[in-house]
């Protein structure tokens, strides 16, 4: 398996602009999860779903960013404008269907990330 | 509230040296937890977890964990460190018995080896 696969690897972007970041889950995980890491605040959960559905998007910082899942291995986080602050590392994560641990349920498997930069 | 904690922020050690990197839990029950590690400029990637049984838990890498009831808390471990160890290390946990749902991740901790 590939992993989860993320893009693009680095976005340079100017303020007021569109931002569309990518994810590809893992064949056979049915939850996947939206992180931003930043040095102020470490790892942020923005969203997750589960069977393509939104679960708990309590995390995403303001109507600015949105995410879809419109199938099994598709996944996008929009910003749309973006701000300076929005600036970091952005995450995605998935993991196998629910049901116990011993079969892999909560163990996240993560990209490798996109880097984004909004100057 | 559910929370993970690393109260050390940043650790150095020698190459060769012993680790223990430490994480405290605060769960109603017992959590699952987990130790990832993230290399410069990549992902993170998944050690060690633990869900229930055993409370040393082996992970890949050479490292293990004990988890302490008693002390709420999920150290993490090495007995030799080598210079390709020097990364950031995070403890995340989730209620146990969830099936799915949300990692609280701790802030960190970076690693430092000298040689």
Redesign the interface.
């Known amino acids: 398996d590939a992993g989860?696969i993320q893009s693009p690897r680095h976005e340079v972007t100017e303020m007021g602009q569109e931002v569309t970041l990518r994810c590809k889950p893992i064949s056979g995980h049915n939850?996947l999860?939206w992180y931003r890491q930043t040095m102020m605040r470490?790892?942020e959960?923005l969203i997750?779903f589960?069977n393509n559905v939104p679960?708990?998007d309590s995390g995403m910082p303001e109507d600015r960013f949105s995410a879809k899942m419109p199938n099994a291995s598709f996944s996008t986080l929009k910003i749309q404008p973006s701000e300076p602050r929005d600036s970091a590392v952005y995450?995605c994560?998935s993991?196998p269907r629910?049901?116990?641990?011993?079969f892999g349920?909560?163990?996240?498997?993560?990209?490798?990330?996109s880097r984004l930069t909004v100057l | 509230a559910q929370s993970v904690t690393q109260p050390d922020i940043h650790i150095t050690v020698s190459e060769g040296a012993s680790l223990e990197l430490r994480c405290n839990y605060s769960y109603g029950a017992t959590p699952y937890l987990f130790w990832y590690v993230q290399s410069p400029g990549q992902g993170l990637q998944l050690l060690l977890k633990y869900f229930s049984g055993d409370t040393l838990v082996q992970g890949i890498k050479g490292f293990e964990a004990e988890f302490k009831r008693s002390q709420s808390s999920f150290n993490l471990r090495k007995p030799s460190v080598h210079w390709s160890d020097a990364a950031e290390y995070f403890c995340a946990g989730i209620a146990g018995g969830t099936s799915y749902g949300k990692l609280t991740f701790g802030q960190g901790t970076i690693l430092t080896v000298h040689p």
Do not use: E, K, Q
Not at chain 1, 98 to 102: A, C, I, L, V
Not at chain 1, 105 to 113: E, P, Q, R, Y
């Open positions: 989860v939850s999860f470490g790892l959960l997750y589960n679960i708990d995450f994560a993991s629910r049901g116990s641990p011993f349920a909560n163990v996240l498997t993560f990209g490798a990330g």
